[in-house]
């Protein structure tokens, strides 16, 4: 039973490149959710995802950024033009149904570093 | 919108003691999640808790959901060394977790 799958692990890239981040959610699930945790800090909600549709985006900047679920393939969560602000751990979860009730698996996060 | 706070930031901890972390809601809560995430590791899902008052206990770690659901508490008693790590509480409203900043915790031996 594989689990929450992310990859790549690490991820470098200069200023203004882009970065693509892909999550496949564990068998069975067809919730996904991003999160953003820099340093020392809590896990910041970005979007939660169904298969082929965007359900919540509001934590997710409103330009550079945005994330799709596709009917077949993981999710994939992209950065256009990155900046040096944009370095931090990306964790991707996963839940079987709406998180009512639900915990979340995570997966082992990309941690992209940008130059 | 809704905000989820953790006490203390950082817990430095004599093995072997105990001590609690506590987490504090903005707003009424449908259940509230706790995880763990070592350094380096992603977070682990530990519990939820759902109802009002509810009290949980795994071992040494013993879970409390306030009365308003809007306050939770996590108590580890006589502290290891594996407990190190980080420990987040997650506020379910409606669909969305939101975390809080998360414990630190470190132990000494």
């Known amino acids: 039973n594989a689990g929450v799958m992310q990859n790549p692990r690490h991820l470098v890239r200069r200023r203004g490149q882009e970065a693509r981040l892909r999550c496949s959610p564990m068998k069975g699930h067809s919730h996904v959710y991003w999160y953003r945790q820099l340093p020392e800090e809590g896990l910041k909600f970005m979007v939660y995802l169904q298969k082929e549709n965007i359900i919540d985006e509001s934590g997710m900047p409103k330009e550079r950024f945005s994330a799709e679920f596709p009917k077949e393939g993981p999710s994939i969560l992209r950065i256009q033009q990155v900046v040096r602000g944009d370095s931090a751990a990306y964790f991707c979860?996963?839940?079987?149904?709406?998180?009512?009730?639900?915990?979340?698996?995570f997966g082992s996060g990309t941690q992209l570093s940008v130059l | 919108g809704q905000q989820v706070m953790q006490i203390p930031q950082y817990q430095h901890v004599q093995e072997g003691e105990d001590f609690t972390t506590y987490c504090n809601s903005s707003?009424?809560?449908?259940?509230i999640q706790w995880y763990k995430q070592r350094p380096g590791g992603h977070p682990v899902f530990l519990i939820q808790?759902?109802?009002?008052?509810e009290v949980k206990k795994q071992k040494r770690l013993t879970f409390q959901f306030g009365e308003a659901k809007k306050n939770s508490s996590l108590h580890i008693t006589a502290t290891q060394t594996t407990d190190v790590g980080t420990y987040f509480c997650?506020?379910?409203?409606?669909?969305?977790?939101?975390f809080g900043a998360g414990t630190t915790v470190t132990v000494r031996a």
């Open positions: 707003t009424t809560l449908s259940n």
């Open positions: 997650a506020g379910l409203n409606d669909y969305k977790l939101s």
């Open positions: 808790l759902v109802k009002s008052g």
């Open positions: 979860a996963s839940s079987r149904d709406r998180a009512q009730n639900e915990k979340l698996f």
